[in-house]
């Protein structure tokens, strides 16, 4: 074959880790048959779905096989019902949205990869440590990106600096994949400002937006005022609602978002009617569920119980002294590797000497270098033996 490709993908660096992690736990099994791993690696969700989302699932799917109630493709944008849902889902932090700016997705992930169709060459902004999507999207496209620093003097939370160019595309998440620090509503101020003042557009993962339970933290950016005129919102029913395997997430594209004359929720729309032909109805009956009251109950139970291992790894961490972010009002906990130790030397040592896995802060952006992630998504019993296993080790 003689055919150009996308050279940027060049670009790439080996997408290494997940797979680097099975690997060496896998030949440490080979050497150590009879060892009990215990994975606080794990960035899904494991508890099962609830009883509203399945009666709901189910429901629809009988509906699918009746000639009176068959639907065929459904609408590119959402169904109306489910785009209700989440306005009122919304109401509950006092913001109003347009139905028009709501967009059904089949998860986060895919806008965050997409939306860099929409636009031009901008400088992109990202923070580094952070969920790797945003990076590899852009530089597939051949973007100019400069990163964010997270590091201890910040928390892991970089803010605007007055260096930074005018018109770029900020991505920001909160709370972050890896490090489980959160903006609170001041400092989310500062960007919405920040992004006003210089013509910029931020784009605002929210994927983790459930595990909020302090008031002083926004669950929307759209809390902050101004911030329907600079930014997009991306969100998902993976973990609030333990959609991981059904797949449905939304993307806010407020109305008065402009740029060269062109509202930025028409660009989104035409591209989604040519690329994305919509989620099944079943999985959005499901979506709606998960967002009525009972369903809220009902996932917000799972989150308490993926929260209340947060809280005794927390405590293991105050206990022993040791730098950390997250774990408060975000499944992961993020720590600073003892005596300087590398993250992947850390993973190693973890292995061996606690035979409990984690991830390490390097593959989640260079300074992410000297720190890990563990995260509370095992159960109660397994999390709490590897806190007996890491109280020895660390
Ligand atoms: N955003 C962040 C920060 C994530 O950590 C993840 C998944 O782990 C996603 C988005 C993807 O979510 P979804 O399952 O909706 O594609």
Redesign the pocket.
Known sequence: MNIKLNSNFDQLSENYLFSEINKRVAKYKEYNPNRDIIKLGI?DVTLPLGKNVIEALIHASCEMGKKETFRGYPPEYGYNFLKEAILKYYKRFHVDLDLNSVFISD????D?GNIVDIFGDNPIYIPNPV?P?YLDSNRMSGRDIYYMVGSENNNFLPLPKDNMKKSSIIYL?SP??PTGSLYNQEELKKWVDFAKENGSLIIY?S??EAFINDDKYPHSIYEINGAKDCAIE?C????QAG??GL?C?WTIIPMELESENHKINKLWERRQATKFNGVSYPVQRAAEAALSDEGILECKNNINYYMENAKLLSNLFDEKGIYYTGGKNSPYIWFKCPNGMKSWDFFDYLLENANVVGTPGAGFGTFGEGYFRITSFNTHEKTKEAIERLKKVL
């Not at 998860?107 to 895919?110: L, Q, V």
């Not at 998902?236 to 973990?239: A, M, N, P, R």
């Open positions: 960035g998860g986060a992930k895919s965050l969920y999507v998440c972050n994949n993962d994927a983790y991306i998902s029913f993976s973990k959609f991981t797949r997430g």
